[in-house]
């Protein structure tokens, strides 16, 4: 696999990620009006992409549980916002996937807006990763999003999946291509980070960069 050089935190911060994504992780609620959403009194950090992207599966990869979010390999399964916490440290939260989501226009509709309503005004949002098939790299409908982040000015990081999928060279290229459009979207992280919620690739290094954002053992 080649090396990229946004996986590679230092020692300090792979062993933070290691133990705060190592507590109990629950699921909280899930929520389809924004009147739902739970009280604003932790960090967030955010999941978004497209339809079976693999966003349940890389958030049981991060927490270590088989089943903490549902997968399955029907477009749209998710149909929810939903928020899980590891208790007074940070909330991970799981967005329903956008694209060809096999459900009626009118819901697809509804949770387009409550995904933007959320995205616009969540104030302990700190950072949201846009999940894109390391398979196929960016998609109109990842780019329609990363505008929407940046007019928001919501800070995101893009997250290859299924990137044990591809050839090496491939991979890379889809890496470089989408090093080279980030570059016109001025909230994302300049590097995307590459994973496989399978191989366990880059995931300990996405927990070492997601703990940063956590609030800081016996704060509370």
Known sequence: MVDFDA???DEAALETGRLLFAKECTFMLGCVTLEQLPAPTLPEIAFAGRSN??????INALTGRKALARTSNTPGRTREINFFEFRDR?????MPGYGFAKVPKAVVEGWTQLIHDYLRGRAVLRRLCVLVDGRHGLKPNDDQLM???DKAAVNYRVVLTKA???H?????KIYDDVVLALKKHPA?????????????????????????????PGSG
């Open 7 to 9: 996986n590679n935190p």
């Open 53 to 58: 992207v693999g966003k349940s599966s890389l």
């Open 90 to 94: 940070l909330r991970l939260v799981d």
């Open 147 to 149: 505008t929407l982040l």
């Open 164 to 166: 044990d999928k591809p």
């Open 168 to 172: 090496s060279a491939e991979i890379r």
């Open 188 to 216: 994302a992280v300049p590097e995307p980070m590459v994973t496989s919620a399978e191989k366990g690739l880059g995931v300990a290094e996405l927990r070492a960069e997601l703990a940063g954002f956590a609030v800081p």
